[in-house]
């Protein structure tokens, strides 16, 4: 039967096997493509088989480095399965997108996009804290290879920022979770069940600093919009799409539980950060002048908004939180794959030079309009129901709470108007009236429709993912929650 471990190893093996063997260009990719396609089916069979009650499934638990008390302990929860899944999804599209694209040394660049993927299904499985750094630090290794060798022209000075960042917070975590496995009672014991309650503020912190830099929430974002930028589009998708999420997830499902006291005294500050990411970053993605610009600067702001959402410490504000970390990931690996389209075909993402794309271009207008509209939360869409969820969050805990958040809903619209307006209306930019792009076709299509597809199924179909997701988010902010009330 396919397992958790099951589902790690697969890419991980196969990612490793065609980074290795130098098989042709495009058989490289569509092995590579395969494999994430099989990964797509593997979460399908568990997301049909999963019970929303029954805690932690398709599980896998053994001896793993005996000495030190770590297990190979793995399993997935409702929040844990929703990551997974657009996790999936987004690989499978980006790597279809680099297949379209036609990467230079094709088996290296797919290799180490599958190799994240493992990675961070691990992250999302891992039920042991040595076993969740492995994940949380191992998939940040292969997707730095692919921005220093495939990024842009100003490729290493981002990747030496995001080394820089990542680099201290991660390791500041280590150190915390050595401590907490080598001195629990009993003897050395990593799982994630021994450490609730037995840190203090420094250890909380180490495991906050990581995870706001990962995430990445204000101001700890200054790596954000130089890897987006310079990223090829398929691993700017994978990056902002769903690498990204690891810490969102990661506050969740393994800072809040663990810390529960920790959590409630300091809610007030990640809230605040929460709200000044979200407004700050809306603005400034409004003032970008390129597509990718406003996107690295909406993923800020999206993020921000999930951990609002998750800080509230209840149940709608987590569950809605989980819900749109799901709707950005489809959102944001969506536009990014469109976004590297129109550079394809356009020669440039600048606003300036585009315009007028919705003329004689149906395919395009349609799908940027879908994605548009997705991410502008218009009644009735899957990305309206998790922020209405965090809103009412938030009016539950203060009334100016919710106002303020209220008003990065209204930002929101604004960049995402702009967004449509630049690209798909106003006059015709130099760069489309010389170059006549032709309409979005072919494997560029068949990448990005998919992600489109899943959202207008959230859209009719939204308690497909928050009755599986609902009882795993309550538990997670359970006791902090209840150290919020009695204070």
């Not at 994430?36 to 999963?50: C, P």
């Not at 657009?86 to 997108?97: D, S």
């Not at 496995?181 to 203090?200: C, I, Q, Y």
Request: proline share 4%.
């Amino acid at each position: 039967m396919i397992t958790a471990t099951t589902l790690i190893t697969v890419p991980l093996i196969a990612g490793i096997v065609i980074l290795i063997v130098p098989f042709a260009q495009r058989l490289a990719g569509y092995l590579a493509l395969l494999i994430a396609l099989g990964m797509v089916g593997a979460v399908v069979g568990f997301i049909y088989r999963f019970q929303p009650m029954a805690g932690y499934q398709f599980g896998d638990d053994a001896e793993w480095i005996p000495q030190l008390g770590i297990r190979w302990s793995v399993g997935l929860d409702g929040v844990g399965l929703a990551m997974t899944a657009v996790t999936a999804l987004v690989v499978a599209c980006a790597l279809g997108y680099g297949l379209w694209a036609g990467r230079d040394r094709t088996h290296a660049t797919f290799g180490l996009i599958l190799i994240t993927e493992a990675f961070l299904f691990l992250v999302f499985a891992a039920r042991d804290l040595f076993v969740f750094y492995v994940g949380f630090e191992g998939m940040l290794i292969p997707l730095l290879v692919l921005l220093a060798v495939w990024g842009g022209e100003d490729r290493r000075r981002a990747t030496v920022q995001v080394v820089a960042y990542t680099a201290f917070g991660t390791l500041l975590m280590l150190v915390a979770i050595l401590w907490l496995g080598l001195t629990a009672p009993g003897g050395p014991d990593f799982s994630m069940a021994a450490a609730v309650g037995r840190g203090n503020d420094l250890v909380f912190w180490a495991f906050a600093l990581a995870f706001a830099i990962k995430s990445p929430l204000f101001p700890l974002h200054g790596w954000v919009l130089p890897a987006y930028r310079q990223s090829s589009p398929e691993v700017a998708a994978v990056l902002s799409g769903v690498a990204s999420k690891a810490g969102g997830f990661a506050f969740l499902a393994v800072l809040v539980p663990l810390f529960p006291e920790q959590s409630a005294r300091y809610a007030w500050l990640f809230i605040a950060l929460g709200l000044i990411g979200f407004l700050w970053g809306a603005l400034l993605a409004f003032r970008q002048p390129d597509g990718r610009g406003v996107i690295a600067y909406s993923s800020i702001a999206q993020m921000s908004f999930v951990v609002l959402g998750i800080f509230l410490l209840n149940a709608q504000g987590s569950t809605g939180a989980t819900f749109q970390m799901v709707n950005h990931a489809l959102v944001s690996a969506a536009l990014f794959l469109l976004a590297g389209w129109l550079e394809t075909q356009a020669g440039s993402g600048d606003f300036r030079k585009l315009g007028g794309l919705a003329r004689s271009r149906p395919v395009l207008a349609t799908v940027a309009l879908v994605l548009g509209m997705a991410a502008l939360a218009v009644p009735g869409s899957s990305v309206f129901a998790s922020e209405f969820l965090i809103l009412l969050a938030a009016f539950a805990d203060a009334w100016w709470l919710g106002a303020i958040a209220s008003v990065g809903i209204v930002f929101a619209a604004m960049y995402m108007l702009r967004w449509i307006s630049a690209v798909l209306h106003e006059r015709e930019g130099d760069l489309v009236g010389q170059l006549r792009p032709p309409d979005l076709r072919s494997g560029a299509l068949l990448a990005i429709l998919p992600l489109a597809l899943a959202l207008i199924a959230l859209s009719v179909a939204p308690a497909q993912l928050t009755e599986r997701v609902d009882p795993s988010s309550q538990m997670m902010v359970a006791g902090a929650y209840g150290e919020k009330e009695a204070r």
